[in-house]
């Protein structure tokens, strides 16, 4: 069982109410009515991942200008590394990414979930 804290339940309750229009745009348009079911900001102990199938294991994350910072890319590091060692596989996409390609980022998506189930 894979445990969280009340903080980063409290947290992915907001995070869920106040999603990003990327975050929108990926849901809405193909996460939610993908055929293995995804789950919008799911709590891991102290982090909070985008989305989450739970069937191939797999973590989605849209990363904003923000994580182009050190700092910022240190913290996604470590975040990958905790999640990579319970057996989790993170696809990191770019806003950018995801808006001038869609498509292509749905089918990573897609084809990653076929590889895990």
């Known amino acids: 069982m894979l445990c969280y804290t009340k903080d980063s339940k409290r947290l992915s309750q907001k995070l869920r109410k106040e999603m990003t229009s990327y975050e929108k745009h990926l849901w809405y348009d193909f996460l939610r009515s993908y055929p293995v079911q995804f789950r919008r900001q799911k709590p891991f102990a ?3 991942v985008d989305f989450y199938c739970a069937k191939a294991k797999l973590v ?23 999640l990579n060692s319970i057996g989790l596989r993170v696809l990191r996409f770019s806003n950018h ?4 390609n869609f498509s292509e980022v749905c089918g990573m ?5 076929k590889e895990r189930t």
Request: net charge negative; charged share 45%; proline share 0%.
């Open 60 to 82: 989605v994350e849209l990363d904003g200008e923000h994580h182009w910072d050190e700092e910022e890319q240190f913290h996604d590091e470590q975040r990958d590394k905790y």
């Open 109 to 113: 998506i897609d084809r990653t979930v």
């Open 46 to 48: 102290t982090y909070v």
């Open 97 to 100: 990414q995801l808006m001038d």
